[in-house]
Protein backbone atom coordinates (compact mmCIF):
# COMPACT_ATOMS: atom_id res chain seq x y z
CA UNK A 1 0.00 0.00 0.00
CA UNK A 2 2.31 2.48 1.03
CA UNK A 3 4.66 1.70 -2.38
CA UNK A 4 0.74 2.66 -4.28
CA UNK A 5 0.71 5.79 -2.76
CA UNK A 6 4.01 6.79 -3.50
CA UNK A 7 6.14 5.72 -0.87
CA UNK A 8 9.35 4.77 -3.03
CA UNK A 9 8.93 7.64 -5.13
CA UNK A 10 11.91 10.08 -5.01
CA UNK A 11 12.73 13.61 -7.02
CA UNK A 12 16.11 13.94 -5.86
CA UNK A 13 17.34 15.66 -8.83
CA UNK A 14 14.80 17.30 -10.41
CA UNK A 15 14.47 20.92 -10.54
CA UNK A 16 10.76 22.21 -11.47
CA UNK A 17 12.20 25.99 -11.62
CA UNK A 18 13.97 25.00 -15.45
CA UNK A 19 10.64 26.12 -17.00
CA UNK A 20 7.68 28.53 -15.74
CA UNK A 21 4.69 26.23 -16.21
CA UNK A 22 6.56 23.22 -14.48
CA UNK A 23 7.44 25.56 -11.42
CA UNK A 24 3.80 26.47 -11.38
CA UNK A 25 2.66 23.29 -11.34
CA UNK A 26 4.83 22.22 -9.01
CA UNK A 27 3.65 24.86 -7.10
CA UNK A 28 0.53 23.78 -6.93
CA UNK A 29 0.77 20.37 -6.71
CA UNK A 30 3.21 19.45 -4.20
CA UNK A 31 1.69 16.35 -3.09
CA UNK A 32 1.76 14.68 -6.78
CA UNK A 33 3.85 11.04 -6.08
CA UNK A 34 4.03 8.51 -9.11
CA UNK A 35 2.96 5.49 -7.48
CA UNK A 36 4.48 1.70 -8.37
CA UNK A 37 2.72 -1.27 -8.15
CA UNK A 38 6.05 -4.21 -8.08
CA UNK A 39 3.14 -6.07 -10.46
CA UNK A 40 3.92 -5.72 -14.21
CA UNK A 41 1.16 -8.21 -16.52
CA UNK A 42 -1.73 -6.45 -15.00
CA UNK A 43 -0.58 -3.17 -16.43
CA UNK A 44 1.18 -4.76 -19.45
CA UNK A 45 -2.30 -6.68 -20.69
CA UNK A 46 -4.63 -3.40 -20.60
CA UNK A 47 -1.82 -1.14 -21.88
CA UNK A 48 -1.31 -3.74 -25.39
CA UNK A 49 -5.51 -4.01 -25.53
CA UNK A 50 -4.97 0.36 -25.59
CA UNK A 51 -2.47 0.12 -28.77
CA UNK A 52 -3.76 2.48 -31.57
CA UNK A 53 -7.05 1.99 -30.37
CA UNK A 54 -9.17 4.92 -28.40
CA UNK A 55 -8.93 4.74 -24.29
CA UNK A 56 -12.90 3.99 -24.35
CA UNK A 57 -12.60 1.69 -26.46
CA UNK A 58 -9.03 0.07 -24.49
CA UNK A 59 -10.75 0.31 -21.10
CA UNK A 60 -14.17 -1.32 -22.29
CA UNK A 61 -12.25 -4.38 -23.99
CA UNK A 62 -10.43 -4.92 -20.41
CA UNK A 63 -13.70 -4.26 -18.22
CA UNK A 64 -15.70 -7.33 -20.22
CA UNK A 65 -12.82 -9.58 -20.45
CA UNK A 66 -11.83 -8.94 -16.60
CA UNK A 67 -14.95 -9.42 -16.18
CA UNK A 68 -15.67 -12.82 -17.61
CA UNK A 69 -12.59 -14.04 -17.00
CA UNK A 70 -11.39 -12.40 -13.53
CA UNK A 71 -12.38 -13.86 -10.00
CA UNK A 72 -14.35 -12.30 -7.55
CA UNK A 73 -12.63 -9.87 -5.39
CA UNK A 74 -11.39 -11.21 -1.61
CA UNK A 75 -12.79 -9.51 1.82
CA UNK A 76 -15.03 -6.56 1.98
CA UNK A 77 -15.29 -5.25 -1.70
CA UNK A 78 -18.00 -3.20 -3.51
CA UNK A 79 -20.45 -6.08 -5.65
CA UNK A 80 -18.86 -7.37 -9.34
CA UNK A 81 -15.12 -5.80 -8.42
CA UNK A 82 -12.90 -8.77 -10.36
CA UNK A 83 -9.38 -9.60 -9.77
CA UNK A 84 -7.84 -9.33 -13.38
CA UNK A 85 -6.87 -13.33 -14.62
CA UNK A 86 -3.43 -15.44 -14.14
CA UNK A 87 -1.67 -15.71 -17.23
CA UNK A 88 -2.68 -19.49 -17.52
CA UNK A 89 -6.27 -17.88 -17.46
CA UNK A 90 -5.61 -15.43 -20.40
CA UNK A 91 -4.09 -18.19 -22.31
CA UNK A 92 -7.45 -19.98 -21.91
CA UNK A 93 -9.49 -17.00 -23.21
CA UNK A 94 -11.03 -18.25 -26.96
CA UNK A 95 -10.44 -16.07 -30.00
CA UNK A 96 -14.37 -15.00 -30.22
CA UNK A 97 -14.27 -13.90 -27.29
CA UNK A 98 -11.19 -11.35 -28.10
CA UNK A 99 -13.03 -10.00 -30.86
CA UNK A 100 -16.50 -9.73 -29.01
CA UNK A 101 -14.41 -7.53 -26.87
CA UNK A 102 -13.19 -5.34 -29.80
CA UNK A 103 -9.72 -6.87 -29.30
CA UNK A 104 -8.29 -7.38 -32.82
CA UNK A 105 -6.65 -10.34 -33.75
CA UNK A 106 -3.00 -8.96 -34.25
CA UNK A 107 -3.70 -7.72 -29.81
CA UNK A 108 -4.79 -10.77 -29.45
CA UNK A 109 -2.11 -12.68 -31.03
CA UNK A 110 0.59 -10.26 -28.83
CA UNK A 111 -1.06 -11.13 -25.74
CA UNK A 112 -0.81 -15.06 -26.43
CA UNK A 113 2.56 -14.35 -27.28
CA UNK A 114 2.60 -12.47 -23.63
CA UNK A 115 1.27 -15.37 -22.10
CA UNK A 116 3.67 -17.43 -23.71
CA UNK A 117 6.11 -15.87 -21.51
CA UNK A 118 4.12 -14.63 -18.90
CA UNK A 119 5.88 -16.22 -15.55
CA UNK A 120 8.96 -14.70 -16.76
CA UNK A 121 7.82 -11.18 -17.71
CA UNK A 122 6.20 -10.87 -14.13
CA UNK A 123 9.21 -11.58 -13.06
CA UNK A 124 10.90 -8.60 -14.42
CA UNK A 125 8.49 -6.25 -12.11
CA UNK A 126 11.80 -7.03 -9.74
CA UNK A 127 14.05 -5.36 -12.20
CA UNK A 128 15.32 -1.91 -12.91
CA UNK A 129 13.10 0.06 -15.15
CA UNK A 130 15.50 -0.20 -18.17
CA UNK A 131 16.32 -4.13 -18.03
CA UNK A 132 11.99 -4.40 -17.41
CA UNK A 133 11.95 -2.46 -20.59
CA UNK A 134 14.44 -4.27 -22.95
CA UNK A 135 12.09 -7.74 -21.75
CA UNK A 136 9.15 -6.86 -22.86
CA UNK A 137 10.58 -5.77 -26.61
CA UNK A 138 12.02 -9.36 -26.82
CA UNK A 139 7.70 -10.05 -27.69
CA UNK A 140 7.33 -9.58 -30.94
CA UNK A 141 4.19 -6.66 -31.00
CA UNK A 142 5.90 -4.93 -27.74
CA UNK A 143 7.03 -1.85 -28.40
CA UNK A 144 8.38 1.27 -26.89
CA UNK A 145 4.73 2.91 -26.20
CA UNK A 146 3.71 -0.15 -24.59
CA UNK A 147 7.26 -0.64 -22.67
CA UNK A 148 7.45 2.61 -20.94
CA UNK A 149 3.51 3.15 -20.42
CA UNK A 150 3.77 -0.51 -18.25
CA UNK A 151 7.07 0.96 -16.40
CA UNK A 152 5.62 4.17 -15.69
CA UNK A 153 3.26 2.05 -13.39
CA UNK A 154 5.05 -1.28 -12.49
CA UNK A 155 8.09 0.23 -11.27
CA UNK A 156 6.81 4.69 -10.64
CA UNK A 157 9.57 4.75 -13.30
CA UNK A 158 9.99 8.94 -13.43
CA UNK A 159 12.33 8.63 -16.79
CA UNK A 160 10.01 6.60 -19.32
CA UNK A 161 8.39 8.59 -21.97
CA UNK A 162 5.37 7.26 -24.30
CA UNK A 163 7.08 7.74 -27.58
CA UNK A 164 4.29 7.38 -30.45
CA UNK A 165 1.39 8.01 -28.19
CA UNK A 166 -1.16 9.74 -30.63
CA UNK A 167 -1.67 13.31 -27.73
CA UNK A 168 1.44 13.15 -25.66
CA UNK A 169 3.94 15.22 -28.29
CA UNK A 170 1.74 17.83 -28.87
CA UNK A 171 0.26 18.59 -25.34
CA UNK A 172 4.17 18.77 -24.37
CA UNK A 173 4.59 21.16 -26.96
CA UNK A 174 1.80 23.49 -26.58
CA UNK A 175 2.59 23.55 -22.75
CA UNK A 176 6.02 24.11 -22.92
CA UNK A 177 6.79 25.55 -26.27
CA UNK A 178 3.52 27.37 -27.26
CA UNK A 179 3.56 25.22 -30.24
CA UNK A 180 2.94 21.74 -31.70
CA UNK A 181 5.79 19.20 -32.03
CA UNK A 182 6.72 15.64 -33.09
CA UNK A 183 8.21 12.92 -30.90
CA UNK A 184 11.61 14.32 -31.42
CA UNK A 185 10.51 17.69 -30.48
CA UNK A 186 8.68 16.05 -27.04
CA UNK A 187 12.00 14.88 -26.19
CA UNK A 188 14.57 17.87 -27.12
CA UNK A 189 11.86 19.61 -24.60
CA UNK A 190 11.82 17.33 -22.23
CA UNK A 191 15.45 16.86 -22.32
CA UNK A 192 16.27 19.48 -19.08
CA UNK A 193 14.64 17.16 -16.86
CA UNK A 194 16.42 13.54 -18.27
CA UNK A 195 15.72 11.05 -14.74
CA UNK A 196 12.93 12.71 -14.19
CA UNK A 197 10.81 13.14 -17.92
CA UNK A 198 7.53 11.08 -17.33
CA UNK A 199 7.19 13.18 -14.02
CA UNK A 200 7.18 16.54 -15.83
CA UNK A 201 4.71 14.88 -18.32
CA UNK A 202 2.39 13.37 -15.35
CA UNK A 203 2.36 17.17 -13.88
CA UNK A 204 1.12 18.45 -17.68
CA UNK A 205 -1.21 15.07 -17.47
CA UNK A 206 -3.16 15.77 -14.08
CA UNK A 207 -3.38 19.44 -14.49
CA UNK A 208 -4.32 19.62 -18.48
CA UNK A 209 -1.68 22.29 -19.32
CA UNK A 210 -1.33 22.21 -22.77
CA UNK A 211 -3.79 19.68 -23.83
CA UNK A 212 -5.26 19.83 -27.03
CA UNK A 213 -7.52 16.77 -29.04
CA UNK A 214 -8.19 17.27 -32.92
CA UNK A 215 -7.52 14.03 -34.43
CA UNK A 216 -11.08 12.29 -35.49
CA UNK A 217 -13.00 10.69 -32.82
CA UNK A 218 -13.19 6.62 -33.79
CA UNK A 219 -16.82 5.32 -33.96
CA UNK A 220 -17.14 2.40 -32.12
CA UNK A 221 -18.74 -0.58 -33.92
CA UNK A 222 -22.42 -1.51 -32.87
CA UNK A 223 -20.54 -5.31 -32.05
CA UNK A 224 -18.45 -3.64 -29.26
CA UNK A 225 -21.01 -2.01 -27.67
CA UNK A 226 -22.87 -4.99 -26.32
Known sequence: MPRLLGADDDPTGFDPSRHPVIRDLH????????????????????????????????MRAWRVLVHRHGTP??????EGMRIPPDAATWRRVPS?????????PQRADTLMRVMAVGDTLERSAALPAAAAVRRMRTVTGIGVWTAHETVQRSHGDPD????????LAKQVGMALAGQRVDDDGMLEL?????????????????????????????????????
Open 27 to 58: HRMPGLRLARTGRLLPHLVPTIMGQKVTSVEA
Open 73 to 78: APGPAP
Open 96 to 104: WEWHRAGVT
Open 160 to 167: SVSIGDLH
Open 190 to 226: LEPWRGHRHRVVRYLEVSGVGYERRAPRMAIPAHRTR
